[in-house]
């Protein structure tokens, strides 16, 4: 059994369960015979390993959601440990974002020899591409610092195409394509559905935190006309606040306050919830304005749920119009005309057909493609 | 066209004139413009933004009302009247008073100050009093309102009497509507309770204790109870004196009290009344004589000069001091019906004569006689003389120098002063002239055609500023907001009470910490400006079009000039190398320079981590820092040593010199000018480099605010050093000769240069 380590510090050091720390987790979860090995760059500067039950500690930080598993991580990470050599022969898998200046000056130290050990897992190069959907005082000198450096990782993995091509066209800036795409896995919701109705109410979602990217405001300013003209319509929007206008959540409030037939927002869905949602909704909407991958659209689809969704989101890169709708151009009109496409039964039961002949990752499938990667 | 009028309105601002006597004289006189042969002239009413808002009925009578004290000379000359220039501060209007080429004009009511004791209390009204009246002399023509004050107007301040014309007080000409709707009154003798009518005040001048004296002695003797109604305000020691003439209490007696009259109740207490009583020892005009004779009601006065001008009857005056005279002309006419309907219809001719429309016709006839086109433009030189209030070399400002070339080019249209408050000496060229430090003697000195402000937002600006807020006028701006300059000036707390009253509501520390960046504005905070700008000179279309949707403002624009120019033969690749040996810089290395003082909103960190990018790519960049750094030396430092570039980025610390920032212009193979602030706000540095046809990159909003050319690559406003890197790759690979950019290099700089920046300036300014 080889031995794969995962570097883990961002996680330890701030366990807040993002949807980057969601992928470490599934990682963990889903590692096949075992050999997966916690590490951790402590503040000597130093690579360390610690107990391996923070493996299973970090799993069920998304599994029971009572704070207890955190609090787990935690304690483990205050536990000293061994130390590991620099030069081995074990590869180190490092899934995480972070633009903290220590560990990327860590690595940047770091000889062109050590970093072939290394296996970098690339989300996005969204700050680079489109600081527009970031806050206006977001510290360019912090956050470019982990792209800067990523450049040299010899091995790198990324979530989708897009990602590796942006890497790098735009990053590396040469016409040779390098690294390998790992697919995320689909089936974060549960099991997917055996059966599923094609006939379903007039029920849509969307899912994803409220900020400006994601375009929410878009999905209501086409619902809204919709919900107060169309019978036994609905809409919920399932997510957290996040950076976002404070005129767009005022309205989002007021609508959710009884003022607009069939509206709803959950602010904290946990995932039975979400999955209910989607299960039950005729299609969802996810018509994001840029995405690393974009998970809630292939969550849908392995919910036997179509989804309306912007041009080119990179979860859906493989997938073609197989039960999606795309929407172009994205805007409020061609929005509307794709949910009414919907309103109609017999277009909306093709659509959830196409669904169920999606052969669409999981997330074991994507631990053991990261496995073998990492060999 | 025909010229322009400025009217001083304060009189009709101030709550103790406008809805009184003077208040009412120079409305009637703006009503009655437009039946008048000066009706196709405009008129702009002069405003004091510190007082109460000018009423809407009276800002509806002329055609703009402005805040601007300090204006352009028209063309076709222009026409000042003061409607009360007793009252207010006159220095407000010495743009006006100082300039002959302004036809000065004075409405004059009275000297009852000089005349009557007890208004001028203290030395300093004394000597305040007196210097108005000295500073009259500055005037050209006079509208008395009697021949009294005309009178006294010559006594006082010498002025020759063919100077005056006298119109006569105006009588609103609602007034006179409301008579004629009047029901015909019932006559006295038949009323239950007749009465005497006089309009008093608290002013003891009005002398309404001589009337209530005369009433009570004429019970006494007529053993009759007949009414005295006053109108006026009294406080209560008056009244109280009033009442003990009277030997009544209040309400048991024959006194009555009246305020808040309007016009209708006032007709109607006229003409209810056997006669008007009008006992004041002293006046410059007598309204209510003229009142009640509109009302066909008799006026029994006192024998001041004012009354005796109106009053012919030699039987109905009285000596004002004389009680027991005006006794015996009240019982009179209370018996004598034949003698009061004579007086009646002697009288009434009055009442026609100072019809608003009548008055106004004198006034404005008069006016438009001594307005020619030979007299408006006397002592008009041929060429126009400008001045301007603006920072100038030595100081050290991209403005300073913006103005010294503005002025050189300026001086072959038009002869310019200098006012500055640089160290000295200036370096001027011909037919520029060092008028003096910043202050209001721009405005004595002259004449000029035009006094410019030339403001933006640094220190600099302070004094100019001052004199702006004062007098206002022609105002180039330079920059987009002026939030530093009000900071600055103002202060924490003070600028938070500005922001306060600008926004309407409360303003916090933080809040303002944000704006100190250019974050978040929720104003330019150029609003005094604004108010006060005629015209307003702004050097972007997007800026413009930014006051108009954000204030509803119309600026002009004249269109930025870059501050350097280079000759075709410096832009060849020899002029490079010479300039990169100045510098030392290897021929090799892909020099990006960025103009201007460094700072995070220019994009500091963008700039370094997209020349560590550059470097990844193997293009052998370095960057070079050609500005103030602002202290923040040791932020680039750390920056570019975190990112492993510490040794290829570089620095020029202080003020750059012009030869210096000259070699860098000619020896750079890119510029990378950012800002994360847009609001229509021009680059100098940005435009330096479009004048030394230098691929740049730029933000978008920049780009497009300087006009640029397409050799000035452009990169989203929230920039990415990932944006900024892939521009200059382009640049790197793609690099040319300066002069392939010959084309478009000409095409820019025959739209934008000193010349053609000046002729607009004179066109805006209407002197071209």
């Known amino acids: 059994m080889s031995v794969v380590y995962i570097d883990l510090t961002e996680f330890l050091n701030n366990p807040v369960l993002t949807g980057i720390q969601r992928v470490t987790a599934e990682i963990c979860k889903w590692w096949p015979n075992g050999g997966l090995r916690p590490i951790c760059l402590a503040p000597s500067g130093e690579l360390v390993e610690l107990p391996n039950r923070l493996i299973a500690a970090i799993v069920r930080c998304f599994s029971s959601p009572d704070g207890a598993a955190v609090d787990e991580v935690r304690k483990l990470r205050r536990e000293t440990g061994t130390l590991i050599k620099p030069e081995g022969p074990e590869s180190i898998l490092v899934s995480e974002l972070f633009y903290d200046p220590h560990r990327v000056a860590f690595f940047r130290k770091m000889s062109e020899r050590s970093l072939e050990r290394f296996r970098f897992i690339v989300y996005d190069l969204m700050p680079l591409l489109h600081p527009e959907y970031f ?33 790098c066209k735009r990053l590396l800036r040469s016409d040779h394509t390098r690294g390998i795409v790992l697919r995320l896995g689909s089936d974060g919701l549960g099991a997917r559905p055996k059966t599923t109705a094609t006939i379903r109410p007039l029920h849509f979602c969307s899912v994803g935190t409220l900020e400006p990217r994601k375009n929410q405001a878009l999905i209501v300013d086409a619902f809204e006309p919709l919900l107060r003209n169309t019978e036994g319509l609905r809409l919920t929007l399932l997510g957290r606040l996040g950076w976002a206008d404070k005129a767009f959540i005022d309205r989002v409030r007021w609508l959710s306050e009884g003022n607009c037939p069939g509206f709803e927002w959950i602010p904290n869905p946990d995932d039975d919830c979400i999955r209910r949602h989607v299960e039950a909704a005729r299609a969802t909407v996810y018509v994001s304005a840029a995405e690393g991958f974009g998970l809630p659209p292939v969550e849908s689809l392995w919910l036997r749920t179509p989804v309306i969704a912007s041009p080119d989101l990179p979860s859906l890169e493989l997938i073609g119009s197989c039960g999606v709708e795309v929407v172009d151009p994205l805007n409020a009109s061609s929005l509307r005309e794709a949910v009414l496409k919907f309103l109609d039964d017999s277009y909306a039961s093709v659509k959830i057909d196409e669904t169920g002949e999606l052969d669409l990752p999981t997330w074991a499938s994507f631990a053991n493609q990261v496995a073998r990667w990492c060999k | ?127 305040d009093y007196l210097s108005k009246i000295v500073r009259l002399r500055s005037f050209d023509v006079f509208f008395p309102i009697s021949e009294y004050s005309a009178w006294r107007l010559s006594e006082v301040a010498r002025i020759p009497v063919g100077s005056s014309v006298v119109t006569g007080a105006s009588v609103r000409s609602s007034l006179y509507e409301s008579r004629k709707t009047l029901p015909a009154p019932c006559p006295f003798y038949e009323t239950p309770r007749p009465y005497f009518f006089t309009i008093g005040g608290g002013d003891r001048r009005k002398n309404t204790e001589v009337a209530v004296a005369a009433v009570r002695r004429l019970n006494t003797q007529c053993k009759r109870r007949i009414s005295l109604k006053i109108v006026g305000s009294y406080d209560e020691a008056y009244k109280a004196d009033l009442l003990r003439v009277a030997g009544d209490c ?76 005006l006794t015996g002309k009240l019982e009179r006419i209370l018996g004598d019906r034949s003698w009061r309907e004579r007086l009646v219809g002697e009288q009434a001719p009055i009442a026609s004569r100072f019809h608003e429309r009548e008055v106004g016709a004198r006034f404005w006839s008069a006016i438009a006689d001594r307005t020619t086109p030979i007299q408006l433009q006397r002592n008009r030189p041929r060429k126009s003389r400008i001045a301007f209030l603006t920072p100038y070399p030595p100081d050290r400002s991209g403005v300073a120098r913006f ?22 000496p200036l370096t001027l060229s011909a037919r520029s002239r060092d008028a003096g430090n910043i202050n209001s003697a721009a405005l004595l000195k002259g004449p000029y055609d035009s006094i410019v402000s030339v403001i933006g937002n640094s220190h600099f600006h302070t004094r100019i500023f001052e004199f702006f807020e004062q007098y206002g006028g022609p105002c180039i701006l330079h920059d987009s907001r002026l939030t530093q300059i009000y900071y600055h000036r103002l202060g924490a707390d003070r600028f938070r009470e500005f922001a306060k009253s600008i926004l309407g509501r409360p303003v916090s520390k933080e809040e303002v910490e944000v704006w100190l960046r250019d974050r978040d504005l929720p104003s330019l905070f150029v609003e005094p400006i604004l108010k006060r700008a005629r015209p307003l000179i702004v050097h972007t279309r997007r800026y413009q ?89 040791a932020a680039v430092r750390n920056v570019a040593e975190a990112y492993g570039v510490g040794a290829y980025v570089h620095m020029t610390k202080n003020f750059v010199d012009n030869e210096k920032y000259r070699f860098y212009m000619l020896a750079s193979d890119a510029a990378i000018q950012l800002r994360n602030y847009g609001l229509g706000q021009p680059s100098a540095a940005l435009a330096d480099c479009i004048s030394a046809a230098m691929p740049c990159v730029a933000s978008s909003e920049l780009a497009e605010s300087c006009d640029a050319p397409e050799y000035v690559l452009r990169v989203p406003d929230r920039n990415s050093p990932l944006h900024v890197a892939e521009q200059l790759a382009s640049i790197w690979e793609n690099r040319a000769e300066r002069l392939d950019r010959r084309d478009a290099w000409r095409s820019y700089l025959e739209a934008h240069n000193f010349d053609r920046y000046v002729m607009r300036l004179g066109e805006i300014l209407g002197l071209s």
């Open chain 2, 1 to 127: 066209m025909g010229p322009v009028i400025f009217a001083d309105l304060r009189c009709l601002q101030d709550p103790l004139y406008r809805f009184r006597g003077v208040g009412h004289h120079v409305a009637g006189l703006l009503r009655s413009r437009r039946n008048s042969r000066c009706a196709s002239w405009k008129l702009v009413g002069l405003a004091d933004e510190a007082m109460d808002d000018l009423p809407r009925e009276y800002s509806r009578l002329v055609d703009e009302v402005s805040y601007a004290w300090n204006t352009t000379l028209p063309r076709d000359g222009a026409v000042f009247i003061d409607g009360s220039p007793m009252t207010h501060d006159p220095r407000r209007n010495v743009r006006f008073s100082a300039d002959p080429r302004f036809l000065n004009v004075a409405v004059i009511y009275d000297f009852i100050p000089l005349d009557w004791p007890g208004y001028l209390s203290t030395t300093a009204d004394r000597i």
């Open chain 2, 250 to 325: 209040d309400g048991d007696g024959f006194l009555e009290f009246l305020t808040g009259v309007d016009d209708a109740a006032l007709v109607e207490l006229y003409a209810g009344a056997i006669a008007t009583i009008c006992p004041s020892h002293i006046e410059g005009f007598s309204l209510p004589v003229v009142e009640s004779a509109i009302c066909g009601v008799p006026v029994i006065a006192s024998t001041c000069a004012a009354h005796l001008e109106l009053i012919t009857q030699s039987d109905a005056l009285f000596p004002s001091r004389d009680d027991e005279a």
């Open chain 2, 403 to 424: 103005s010294q070339l503005t002025i050189e080019a300026g001086t072959s249209h038009f002869d310019i002063d200098i006012y500055t408050d640089a160290p000295r």
């Open chain 2, 545 to 633: 079009e930014l006051l108009w949707e954000r204030y509803g403002v119309r600026a002009e624009v004249t269109t930025f000039c870059p501050n350097m120019h280079f000759s075709e033969s410096e832009l060849d690749s020899l002029s490079r190398l010479a300039a990169r040996e100045q510098l030392s810089i290897a021929p090799e290395v892909f020099l990006i320079s960025t103009f201007g003082y460094i700072g995070k909103e220019k994009g500091m960190d963008a700039c370094i981590i997209a020349l560590e990018l550059l470097r990844g790519w193997k293009v052998p960049a370095e960057l070079h820092f050609v500005g103030n750094t602002q202290d923040l030396d």
């Open chain 1, 135 to 167: 806050a206006p005082d977001m510290p360019l000198d912090i956050i470019c610092g982990y792209f800067s450096m990523v450049r040299r990782i010899p091995h790198c993995g990324f979530i989708s195409g897009w990602t590796q091509e942006t890497y």
